[in-house]
DNA sequence: AACAATTTTTAGCTTTGTCTAAAATTTATT
DNA sequence: AATAAATTTTAGACAAAGCTAAAAATTGTT
């Protein structure tokens, strides 16, 4: 498994999501920052070596091999990133690169004494779950700031965007995994939020609203 | 830089305490486990690249640039190899090929932090010294063991032979870095050493003491 | 000095992963 | 249903890094 197909069955995965009837050829392109004609080629690689379905024009689908390697890659990334944010100072803004390096680092016993050292974190600085190692992934139930209403709350629990520019700009403002939001208002005009989070009120935008995930209350 | 040029670069950097007049191809390539052709193309490179000199049939010669990038792979090399031995429970015989791989992580903030975060050491498990973040690498001035007289003393303080095999074979002996050593006898025959270690007695062979790096006490 | 042996280089081919340009297919629109 | 638009695939090239086989240069031996 080379560098390259770890990414693209990484891409095909967190595509999945978006499209579950098959992932389009562009789409793999867009999310791997090449052109169509390279994502088919790589497609094609992949499922000749049985890691997913692939029918032309009909997009990609992983099958239970190739989610596996995927979710084994995503275990790797997060795991580091918690790494680099508990062990090595770094901020949660700053992590993602490095990690998507050592993501690739090929040793078993590695990532399990990785896992071990750092106490065996649930989820990675951004909020996101870790696979354990038999690629069980805890679905954490979760829904964008920007669908709560009027007077609900809740509590940060992930970001969808892990930019520096937007990480930066939650840091600024004070807003980290854990913290409470309560919506005072919603504002029809521009779908902005007055929002109260470490007892102050603030304005949201909607951008930054729909990348910022919420656990309400039940 | 690529990871192959990175590495053809510490085989040159390796090579050069054996070869101080220019490394040969061939030896690179055997260091390399690649033909001699292949590294002839790479030596090229590196060379267009003005990381090294370079004169058909006269062998290779880092310069300066080409120097420093070899040695800042190694630093990274020992620095994570002292990480796995540290902090994730792996022996030594176990760290060589990963950190194989951990070496070509891009980023300086990563090893500056990883360094700090082991206490900054001098040494790697085996015993090899640590280049600094600015290239400077202390010379630990060793002899092989099979150097000493009978009646010599010394500390172990590095190994030349770092395979699973015979880090094993010094582990089953008890002898480990820091270990004090004494010539009882020295065998003609076979050039292997009576050694006192731990307090007791042993023989090792020509082969091993060969592979053994000792600080003589003065 | 001449020939043999060794070392090194050159030439040409392969695979991986990319690209551009053109062709084919599917989807959308009138 | 026909045509336009968008998507996807194919075909052909290219760079990196390796290989084999053959040529060239150097070194060693008589």
Redesign the pocket.
């Known amino acids: 498994m ?4 770890e ?2 069955l990484k891409a095909v995965y967190h595509l999945e999501s978006t499209f579950p009837e098959g992932v ?4 793999i ?1 867009e999310e ?14 992949l499922a000749e070596k049985d890691l997913l379905a ?6 990609a689908k992983l099958n239970p091999t190739g989610r596996n390697h995927a979710i084994k890659v995503i275990r790797k990334h997060r795991l580091w990133e918690s790494f680099l944010v508990e062990k090595l100072n770094f901020s949660w803004d700053e992590v993602h690169e490095i990690a998507e390096q050592l993501e690739h680092i090929k040793s078993d016993k590695l990532i399990r004494e990785l896992d071990n050292f750092l106490g065996n974190p649930k989820t990675d600085p951004h909020g996101d779950p870790i696979p354990d190692e038999d690629g069980n992934i805890e679905i954490i139930q979760k829904r964008v700031l920007s669908e709560l209403e009027k007077g609900d709350e809740g509590i940060c629990v992930g970001v969808n965007d892990s930019s520096s520019a937007f990480l930066q700009y939650l840091d600024k403002n004070e807003i980290s995994l854990g913290k409470k939001i309560e919506i005072l208002e919603k504002e029809e005009f521009d779908n902005s939020l007055v929002i109260k989070v470490n007892g102050k009120s603030m304005s949201i935008s909607n951008l930054a609203a729909n990348n910022l995930y919420i656990k309400k209350y039940a």
Do not use: F, V, W
């Not at 389009?24 to 789409?27: Q, R, V």
């Open positions: 080379t560098l390259s197909e990414n693209y389009p050829t562009n789409a392109a791997m920052k090449t052109k169509p004609s390279s994502a088919t080629d790589m497609i094609k690689r692939y029918k032309p024009y009909q997009g």
